[in-house]
């Protein structure tokens, strides 16, 4: 969530970041996924204990890494190619790797995110095939392990990502002495362009947009806009938003700075949250949101949306009607007073003059 200050700027950015374990050359990984499970092998400890696994996964050639930071590749359906991943072992003992390929989502967060081990991919990551699943590969050293691509011949064109893994599975026992299966993986990003027709598309699919109503009559309140995208293209998709706040009659009360977009994988949602401070309650507000998206290629359209939201200023109408109320009531009772005419019990008799 973003905190703006009307009229009105600010410095706040979503951020999209994966958890990774601090080692070079590792552009991707996915977290530590306990499952209940029985089996063999060391309990693992923290990372600067003798015989911790500790290992490094990346793009590499079949004579050492070759400087790529992911897996690009632009490939035609049917195509066939092979590549290497380079996997090290930066522990003090050989360690038996997982080698596989996955498929990758953007998470709620935003974040790009592999697909846990128990669900199997269906995309790119199935299209990934390695001569052998498992690798032991001695301290110290880094093994370049090939793979093969192969591009479905009905692959649909745009974006397909995915990622090669190097996952470590050890038993480790919990506080309460229960034995847990614990799958650690590093994993390098795959970007795969199928060629044909690409379409960039993003929607904004829902603008909702709250007041909170000062105490104060002539301060501001918080004007709260959320609101949801939906990459509706077949690329991924990054880009800004930012979100206007008007009054009744098109004034404009405050403008947010623009909001990074994370990397949206096609089909991906994510929610973005402004808080705007400071909006005085002007009867109606309108909440306009901009997207500018941008895909690899090219910019979009910008996409435009809006939403508004009553915000009477009801401790100032309420000291109106106070105002109006009382003197409405003097009114009246003026108007009653003449029309019941001169007091019966009054002296008849006219004043005297005054003395000269």
Do not use: C
Not at 35 to 45: K, M, Q
Not at 75 to 98: C, E, K, Q, Y
Not at 171 to 193: E, F, H, I, M, S
Not at 281 to 295: E, K, M, N, Q
Request: hydrophobic share 40%.
């Amino acid at each position: 969530m973003s905190l703006r200050t009307a009229p009105f700027r600010s410095s706040a950015a979503l951020v999209a970041a994966l958890l990774a374990l601090a080692i070079p050359a590792a552009p991707a990984v996915a977290a530590p996924t306990p499952s209940p499970g029985v089996g063999s092998g060391p309990a693992g400890g923290d990372g600067g204990h003798p015989g911790t696994a500790r290992w490094a996964v990346q793009p590499s050639s079949a004579k050492g890494p070759t400087g790529r930071n992911y897996f690009i590749y632009d490939l035609a359906p049917g195509s066939t190619l092979t590549d290497h991943v380079g996997i090290t072992n930066l522990g003090d003992r050989p360690v038996t790797f997982d080698v596989y390929g996955t498929d990758a989502y953007s998470a709620a967060d935003g974040a790009f995110a592999l697909l846990p081990a128990d669900r199997p991919a269906t995309d790119v990551g199935s299209w990934i095939r390695v001569d052998r699943r498992e690798w032991t590969i001695p301290a110290g050293k880094r093994v370049d392990i090939p793979f093969r691509l192969t591009v479905p011949v009905n692959a649909t064109p745009g974006d397909h990502t995915g990622g090669v893994i190097g996952a470590v599975a050890r038993v480790r026992t919990t506080a309460t002495g229960q034995r847990v299966l614990v799958d650690q993986r590093l994993a390098a990003r795959v970007y795969l362009r199928v060629t044909g027709p690409v379409r960039p598309a993003v929607t904004v699919e829902a603008v909702d947009v709250s007041y909170d109503h000062p105490v104060d009559p002539f301060g501001g309140g918080d004007l709260v806009v959320r609101y949801r995208l939906r990459n509706d293209g077949n690329v991924r998709l990054g880009g800004s938003g930012t979100v206007t706040v008007a009054a009744p009659f098109g004034r404009e009360l405050a403008r947010t700075s623009p909001t990074d977009l994370p990397e949206l994988l096609p089909g991906a949602t994510f929610t973005v949250t402004e808080r705007i401070t400071g909006v005085p309650p002007l009867l109606r507000l309108t909440a306009a949101v901009d997207i500018a998206a941008t895909s690899t290629d090219t910019a979009l359209p910008p996409v435009v949306r809006t939403a508004g939201v009553w915000a009477p200023p009801w401790l100032l109408l309420a000291l109106l009607a106070g105002a109006a109320g009382w003197a409405g009531l003097r009114w009246w009772r003026r108007r009653r007073a003449a029309a019941d005419g001169p007091d019966p019990d009054a002296d008849p008799r006219p004043a005297a003059p005054p003395a000269r």
